[in-house]
Nanobody, 127 residues
Framework: QVQLVESGGGLVQAGASLRLSCAASGRTFSSSAMGWFRQAPGKEREFVAAIRWSGTSLYYADSLKGRFTISRDNTKNTLYLQMNNLKPEDTAVYYC????????????????????WGQGTQVTVSS
């Protein structure tokens, strides 16, 4: 079992930065692939970024490259998402997810590939 708790969301103006955190419980975090997804009002949940268990492989949604950075600290069982130059269209609930088994892939970008999910943290960007 893995429990995930996101934090760091809030209301910011366009152009601001936020860093989201995802605290994980359990001994499998350091061996789990992790990902961030988001769901805007009235839209389906979409992939944001993913990171390999070792932190050596990163993968981003094309539209977010250059503004968002995923990272992890396995000593703290924590996943991060640094978001810079935020735009109103980034407004969404942001979720972290964990995959505790490996299929050999370096990262996973589909919801069904993840086993555990957090409850989400709201990010609202005003114009």
């Amino acid at each position: 079992q893995v429990q995930l708790v996101e934090s760091g969301g809030g209301l910011v103006q366009a152009g601001a930065s936020l860093r989201l955190s995802c605290a994980a419980s359990g001994r499998t975090f350091s061996s789990s692939a992790m990902g961030w997804f988001r769901q805007a009002p009235g839209k389906e949940r979409e992939f944001v970024a993913a990171i390999r268990w070792s932190g050596t492989s990163l993968y981003y949604a094309d539209s977010l490259k250059g503004r968002f950075t995923i990272s992890r600290d396995n000593t703290k069982n924590t996943l991060y998402l640094q978001m810079n130059n935020l735009k109103p269209e980034d407004t969404a609930v942001y979720y972290c997810a964990a995959r505790t088994t490996s299929s050999g892939s370096y990262y996973y970008a589909a919801e069904y590939e993840y086993d555990y999910w957090g409850q989400g943290t709201q990010v609202t960007v005003s114009s």
